[in-house]
């Protein structure tokens, strides 16, 4: 299926500036303003923040004791209520690990009313699931298949060598592993590279450190996450299955102040403070140790060295530029293996990211942003005399982006945007005879979108909008590709909602990568070629929340994803002709049961995921490696006091399918024949794969433990974390290695200790 079209205006075809136009038509309809009863009504628009540092609260809840209302703060802890009555409110607002405050606010119509509500900390770790607060708040939220997350939601959870970003999503259903040798994450029967991660709106394209094994991402300069598992808004785009916005702290906007971190693996420092009208917060991560690492590989020694930087600049001035805010980050992450055998293969791998972003908040409840981006990634592969291929890629991506929302008197919010992303990428390829190719491509991709949300109502809610595509990075831009979506939640009683979503989703950039491949160090990025449609894909989502008691939530989700035009690797190319990438398509479905149920102190959380994902080139059907039947995932906190914590959590996961051995047979090359060499010693054993993931490793199952205390002496805070994976020891295969048949199992028994200091 092919969702280009060239039967769309002409003006739209011809330049952006056309399409601009036509995206203005678009925001004046529908800037027309729904009907409201005709009374004075006010707006409240609000920031909540922690008092001590200043730092924005996210999804804080906030609720008008007298209308029986509520609200959200976003990802800078901004919220806005509409069409309130001329009169007195309270206005409650609470956020776990913090005091609930009350405010009386005088609502004047016809105006945006402000509210700034600085919350104090309190040593509380747990949070009830489902208060009255949060069901007000979220009552008609159109978040299927939507986790937002806290970054203190996770620190309960065993820590494993140390809190890692990634590894924390592989606990929530749909998200698959590769086992843990690998953070990469499968979701919902699709592959890595079509997970977006964006890091205060920056793409990072392979955000991994040590052989995959860890993130790049310190969670220490994480403020909140936003991971969406499909049936994203339309104003997320370049990926076809799932995107995970993180952002960043903005710093201590008051006082000094750092943290100092240590484990059996990394030390890490972070330092933030003020500056005139502003902050700032810069930290870093160093490997020191290969203990733990060894862990991965049966004990051998992996020579993997890494880093991660990351600083970032906030300035607001009201005398400057009244309500607006300024910032620019910076990220860097390297990596490299070099091993001391030059019958081995080194690698080496980076990424550095640079973002400006300018938000304003303006007089009427309106909102927008620019964002200025870059974006780069080079990785090598160096075979020295090991018999590999060297291959090398660059990536450059540079992007402009403006997004606005605006909230209506009748509660209903209006978002849109457009979007400018030039990408360079080079990927040079070695061949078994030392010959390299180049494949140099660069292009641009000129976007809009535009979406309204119908929140009217408090028993329904629905978000719909779309993007059009202008061009192509790889050019040829006479068609237009066009990305509509839709999602919508209805709650009949207020225990009880049923949740839909739908959208196509578009990919042009992607990875170039080898199903076989046992473990990937990293998966070269290039432009999808003009021979070939870029990949795209459709949603179906639906699900069921159900509400049975304050503190018990039940969530059913089901999905049915079809691919198509997925750029494969052409494993029959035989002439210098034959393309270097075939199209193939795709299909994955499932259903997933979450159900959090709290009972002071302790807190459970379990879910069970059934999926099926299959591919299709050239009329083969197979299920890819990450096609993982059944997955449980069951974990306990408790809140023991004091400041003790503890959790424990197990996980299954059925056998993973993977290629056979068929047989070896002797190779002889005819650079071998030499008069002076002994042909029986020229001879290479050559693996002959079987039947594409015909084969099923053994089910995955282990348990982990944690116990942590936090001791605060005035400002001081020390924490340590004491973690044991793997408690029984299971034996869980990882791959048998092909040349040798050496059996490597994934990690064993292995206690951890982490310990953090901050003032």
Known sequence: ??????????????????LLKFTFLVLVLLNIPAPVKAQERGMLRGF?????TAEPLPYANVVIKELNRGATTDSRGYFVMASLPNQKLTVTISYVGFKTKQ????????IVNNLRALLPSINIQMKTIESKSDRIAKENATDLSLQRIAIRDLENLPKGVELDLFRSLQTMPGVQ????????????????????????????????????????????????MEFYKGGFPAEYTHRLSSVLKVVTKDGNKNSFGGKAAMSLLTAKLLLEGPIPSGSFIISGRKNYSDIVLKKFRNNNSIPADFYDLFAKVNYSDPEFMQDAKFSVSMFKSGDKIVNDNLK?????????????????????????????????????????????????????????????????????????????????????????????????????NVSAYLKYKILRSSIFGADIGG?????????????????????????????????????????DLVTVSDENEVVSIFEPWIITPLYLQPSSAIHYIGGLEILPAPNLSINIESYYKIMHNLAIVNDQKFFESDPDLISGSGRSYGIEFETKYQLDPFKFTGSYAWMRAFKDVRGKVYSPRYDSRNNINLSLEADLGSGWAASAVWSYTSGLPFTQIAGYYDRLTIDQLADNQFLLDSYNPF??????????????????????????????????????????????????????????????????????VEL
Do not use: C
């Open 177 to 224: 592993t590769g086992g843990d040798v690998s953070a990469r994450f499968y979701v919902r029967g699709s592959p890595s590279n079509e997970n977006l991660v964006l890091l205060d709106n920056t793409t990072i394209y392979n955000p991994y450190h040590a052989l995959g094994i860890f993130s790049a991402i310190d969670p220490d300069m994480i403020s909140s």
């Open 687 to 756: 693996v002959l794969l079987g039947e594409m993931n015909t084969g099923k490793l053994p089910d995955y199952h282990r348990l982990d433990l944690s116990l942590s205390k936090k001791i605060q002496i005035e400002r001081l805070k020390m924490y340590i974390d004491l973690s044991v994976l793997n408690v029984y020891n299971r034996n869980n295969l990882f791959y048998f290695r092909r040349d040798t048949g050496e059996r490597v199992n994934m990690l064993p028994f292995l206690p951890s200790v982490n310990f953090k």
């Open 48 to 52: 909540v923040a922690d008092s001590l």
């Open 467 to 507: 993007r059009a595509h202008a061009t192509r990075f790889a050019g040829g831009g006479s068609s237009v590709f066009l990305e509509p979506r839709t999602s919508f939640t209805l709650r009949p009683i207020p225990e009880i909602a049923l949740k839909g979503s739908w959208g196509i989703f578009m990919q």
């Open 1 to 18: 299926m092919n969702y280009f079209t060239s039967e769309i205006p002409t003006a739209v075809k011809r330049s952006f500036k056309e």
């Open 344 to 444: 081995r293969e080194d690698f080496r791998w980076d990424n550095s990211t640079f973002d400006f972003n300018y938000f304003q908040v303006s007089d009427s409840p309106l909102f927008y942003q620019v964002d200025l981006s870059f974006s780069t990634f080079t990785g090598e592969r160096i075979p020295n005399l090991s018999g590999a291929k060297g291959l090398k890629n660059e990536l450059t991506d540079m992007t402009m982006r403006i997004d606005f929302s605006y909230v209506y008197d009748s509660k209903d919010e209006l978002a849109g945007g457009f979007k400018i992303t030039e990408a360079h990428t080079n990927l040079t390829l070695e061949n078994f005879r030392g010959q390299s190719t180049s494949t140099n491509t660069k292009g641009v």
């Open 103 to 110: 405010f009386t606010v005088n609502i004047e119509p016809y």
